[in-house]
Every structure is written in C-alpha cells, then in structure tokens.
C-alpha cells in the first residue's frame, strides 16, 4: 500500500501466486508465501 504525506491512502496492489506444489496444512503454505515473497521482494 501507498500512502501521501498525510496519511491518505493512494494506491493498493493485490498479488496472485500460483504453484504446483501441494499443500496439506497451513503451515506449509505459510512457508511457501514467505519464499514466494522473500524471492519475488529482490524484483
């Protein structure tokens, strides 16, 4: 998210991520979005 100076929200973004892996518990899919992201952060 994006704010001004003031505080008012400008802009949002949403992201998608599609894998093939499958996931059988939330934790394993917490992991995945952290590398998802930590991967995808450097871009």
Known sequence: MRYDALGKLMS?????Y???APVSCQSQA???YEAIRG???VE
Do not use: E
């Open 18 to 20: 599609f894998i093939s």
């Open 39 to 41: 991967h995808w952060g």
């Open 30 to 32: 917490n992991n995945l």
């Open 12 to 16: 949002q973004t949403r992201s998608f």
